[in-house]
């Protein structure tokens, strides 16, 4: 029997908690090494990151040897092709999330949506997904407006079974290894509460989750076209976050 194609977003209306890059992170690791077959679906317009970024990642790898022969390895190993990147407006992404499920056998489409409801399509398009995951940070004016966006979506929309979600989890990004751990414990008791869920996985801060493919052949961390490098995996809790993913959607 064909397997439903889940529908994944990482969303928030604050803008630069991680959406793009743990899309990213995420999708990799899913597609080049847990043997998932994923889609990006790129409407943050008119950034594009995800669009811009796979742009730049196939330059990379054709103008130097030692990325294109990696990638020849690798694709090679894995005997299928890159993960397709979708640039579109959130009002046509389901429309074309659909057909990409026609054409492939996808177990994960992932929604990058701009960073506001307001915008055209994104409201109706968040309320397609099947999971999403709210990425913050530990600051107070990011967690209170965080919440606000949270408990919105979740009392009006989620909880009254007008959506897809089964279910929304907010994910702590850019956690200071020196923050004591029981402040982040008090605020999860205090977002339970609020009757949302956390994602037991929190991604530190760290300056890798900033850097691209360079030419400086060093380890590769974010790529639309690779996996994150095993070298910088550990410490990094993106295979965790992964895991945890496939549970929470049971796949
Ligand atoms: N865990 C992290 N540690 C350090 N920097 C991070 C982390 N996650 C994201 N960033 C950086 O924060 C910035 C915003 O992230 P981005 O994914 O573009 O956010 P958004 O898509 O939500 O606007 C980027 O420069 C990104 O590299
Ligand atoms: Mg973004």
């Not at 969303?11 to 630069?16: E, L, N």
């Not at 990325?67 to 959130?90: L, N, R, W």
């Not at 290894?177 to 994602?199: C, F, N, P």
């Not at 890798?208 to 550990?234: N, Q, W």
Request: glycine content about 4%.
């Amino acid at each position: 029997m064909k397997k439903e194609t889940l529908f994944i977003a990482f969303s928030t209306q604050k803008g630069g908690m991680g959406k793009t890059t743990l899309t990213v992170l995420t999708a990799s690791f899913l597609h080049y090494v847990r043997g998932y077959n994923v889609a990006v679906i790129d409407c943050d317009y008119p950034q594009f990151s995800i669009a811009d970024m796979r742009e730049r990642d196939v330059e990379q790898v054709i103008n130097d040897s030692h990325y294109k022969k990696m990638a020849h390895i690798q694709f090679t190993q894995i005997g299928k092709d890159a993960y397709p990147v979708e640039d579109c407006s959130s009002v046509d992404a389901i429309e074309i999330a659909e057909s990409l499920q026609n054409e492939n056998e996808l177990d994960f489409i992932f929604f990058d949506l701009p960073g506001t409801l307001n915008a055209a399509g994104v409201v109706k398009t968040l309320a397609c997904m099947d999971y999403v995951f709210v990425p913050v940070s530990a600051d107070r004016v990011v967690l209170e407006s965080t919440l606000q966006f949270a408990t919105t979506f979740n009392d009006n929309l989620i909880t009254t079974g007008k959506t897809n979600i089964k279910t929304m989890s907010l994910i702590w990004n850019m956690v200071d290894g020196r923050e004591r751990t029981e402040l982040y414990h008090a605020y999860d008791s205090a977002i339970a509460e609020l009757g949302l869920q956390v994602m037991q996985t929190v991604i530190p801060d760290s300056k890798r989750f900033r850097k691209e493919m360079s030419g400086e052949r060093k380890a590769i961390f974010r790529s639309t076209l690779f996996p994150v490098d095993k070298s910088l995996l550990k410490g990094s809790n993106i295979e965790e976050l992964v895991n945890e993913i496939i549970e929470t959607v049971k796949r």
